[in-house]
């Protein structure tokens, strides 16, 4: 079956542009997680949502980070103004419930990301 | 805070050969641990889950232990083939906002296996 997709694959952009990070998770899935990893860094958590509970924002480092998930399935994570230390790879993952269920349910399955170079 | 180290230098073995990776965690006790591949290139790929009530999980090749006296995770590959060359994460889940939990990762360990 399909897995968890994520568009564009890489984007370059200017600092101070807007971008748009697209994630389709695994059908069923009701988790979804965004995370950014940079070069000699391990996998930072952005955000979790969770079927129709509030998101965790938590992990978003400032408030020019933003996501959304509509009905329950895409995702798009929004930077604005987006500076140089931006420049990551963003991965998405979905999960058939949310951490804490108890199960391989909370198995966590990535998309291949999008590399994200801000110049 | 809580905190993952993985063995930061390269792992070079031979072909045929165990490799052994290390997960050490201070400050707190986690209900599971993961551990992943990564690919260059590629998301992390979902390999093994070991609960804190058992101390060893196998999977064909692969082995995990859990010791939650030591606070550490080893992870082996048996028989290891330059197919197992990859980096190796390992991830545990810790409480979050709200009644959420959230995966704390270590930076992965990157393993070259030799032909």
């Known amino acids: 079956g399909a897995g968890v997709s994520q568009s564009p694959s890489n984007k370059v952009t200017e600092k101070g542009k807007d971008v748009e990070l697209r994630c389709d998770p695994i059908?069923?899935?009701?988790?979804l997680y965004w995370y950014r990893q940079s070069l000699g860094q391990g996998l930072e958590f952005l955000i979790y949502f969770q079927g129709n509970s509030a998101p965790d924002k938590s992990g978003l480092p400032s408030d020019r980070f933003s996501a959304e998930r509509t009905g329950g399935s895409v995702s798009t994570l929004t930077i604005q103004r987006t500076q140089q230390e931006d420049s990551a790879v963003y991965l998405c993952a979905s999960s058939l419930a949310r951490l804490g269920s108890g199960g391989r349910e909370e198995t966590q399955y990535f998309g291949p990301g999008t590399r994200l170079l801000v110049l | 805070s809580q905190k993952i180290e993985q063995n930061s230098e390269a792992l070079n073995i031979q072909e045929g050969k165990t490799a052994t990776l290390t997960c050490n965690y201070t400050n707190y006790s986690p209900a599971y641990l993961q551990w992943y591949r990564q690919d260059p290139g590629r998301g992390p790929v979902f390999l093994l889950l070991i609960r804190e009530n058992e101390k060893e999980k196998r999977k064909e090749r692969l082995k995990v232990t859990f010791d939650t006296t030591l606070k550490q995770s080893l992870f082996h590959i048996t028989a290891s083939q330059p197919a197992d060359s990859a980096t190796y994460l390992c991830a545990l889940p810790v409480d979050n906002a709200g009644n959420n939990r959230k995966l704390i990762w270590g930076l992965g360990t990157s393993l070259a296996v030799n032909p």
């Open positions: 059908s069923g899935h009701t988790a």
